[in-house]
């Protein structure tokens, strides 16, 4: 591999001038500057990220934590961020935590050790040991989906419980009273607030009602917990008539579940799910969900994390996005009256 000293030989300049051309430092002669390109180009040179980052201190790098990577989501997200990254010239090095703080931890220390300028974070949700790491790394830090008690760090997420608002007060409007939820792990903010949307909704309007604390099931956020929790529900005494599934994954799960238990959607049960990842459109049938708006949460996290690394704003920033509700064939008017329950089909 080529070195910069070579280039200064084949062009018949200093090291210094080659520097010079290559970092944009110093004004040089347009002939030797030429000489320099053309031998770079000859030889092949690709400059030295790592001395360029130790002259000027930064690396052009920024790092980034997901707690799943199997998660079309945050698959979405991290596309977003990347593209946004691409763009401002910028690399991403992304590192899959697997929702365990200890690898969060490791990975943290990892990224802190290749020097990268800035960090996009969407928590495992062990907050007093992000925050204790993120304080004694001391690097530009975004927040994205999950917020922790960190009075430094800049945040970006939907407004959850709004997005649970509008799913349930959706299939309120369709006539549906018994209404389950799935939700995700115990705990977790996001999770915990779309539940809270549950029970909100329920309780407005002109037939007020509380929340049936009976029909809220817990899924982990995953394809499998969503399908084992929807068999849980099918299997109760009075089935509901809708259920509100705190993400896509688990929602895809919960139709697998209906349509293996002989429970048509939307006829006789009507699902949402909420994020509107991709694959929300190609389920049969096409999942109504709550889209949050992916593409603004991944650009706008590395645009506050481009602003603090290149000292143009130093206070934290909230960024509250609305998320929206995108109606599809899964859900449709209750067919029992008022939202009355079906009597679930006896299990041989």
Known sequence: MATIKDVALQA??????????????????AEGRARVEQAIRALGYVPSAVARSLKSNTTATLGMLIPNSSNPYFAEI??????????????????????????????????????????????????????????SLRIPTVLVDREIADPHCDLVETAHLQGGLLAVRHLMALGHRRI?????????????????????????????????????????????????AMQALLGTAQRPTAVFVCNDLMAIGALRAAHEAGVPVPEALSVV????????AFTSPPLTTVAQPKGDIGALAVDMLLERIGGHRREPRKVMLQPALRVRASTAPCAHGAGAAEPSTPRS
């Open 12 to 29: 018949r300049v200093s090291v210094t001038t080659v520097s010079h051309v290559v970092n944009g430092t110093r004004h040089v002669s």
């Open 180 to 228: 389950a939820c799935i939700g995700g792990p115990p705990g977790l903010t996001p999770s915990e607030q779309r539940i809270e949307g549950w029970r909100t909704a329920q309780a407005e309007g002109d037939a007020p009602q509380t929340a049936d604390e009976s029909l809220l099931w817990r899924g982990g956020f995953t394809s499998q917990g969503g399908y084992e």
């Open 273 to 280: 799910g909420f994020d509107d990842v991709e694959l929300a």
């Open 78 to 135: 991290v596309r977003a961020v990347e593209d946004r990254c691409f763009g401002a010239g910028y690399t991403l090095l992304l590192c899959n935590t697997d929702d365990e703080p200890h690898r969060q931890s490791v990975y943290l220390q990892v990224l802190a050790e290749r020097r990268i300028d800035g960090l996009v974070v969407v928590s495992t949700g062990d907050d007093d040991s992000l925050v204790r790491q993120l304080d």
